[in-house]
């Protein structure tokens, strides 16, 4: 199966993919100029998440 997401402006705009049986997330882990207490801890949360992916043999990093 092939996937491509297409990004403008900072945006997911589409998803392109070879196959109907995909499911797409997309951990943004940009931080905003200014965060609060509890976007921080959804930030740190999402960069956890992408480190356990990478170390899982379940998950591979196809770029």
Known sequence: ?????VV????VQ?????????SV???DLD?????????RYDF???EKQV???EQS???ISIW
Request: hydrophobic residues 35%.
């Open 1 to 5: 199966m092939k996937v491509v997401i």
């Open 31 to 39: 931080y905003p100029e200014f965060v609060t207490e509890e976007e």
């Open 57 to 59: 043999p379940d998950w």
């Open 44 to 46: 740190d949360t999402k």
């Open 14 to 22: 589409q998803v392109f993919s070879t196959s109907s049986d995909v």
């Open 8 to 11: 403008k402006g900072g945006m």
């Open 51 to 53: 480190k356990e992916m």
């Open 25 to 27: 997330e997309v951990l």
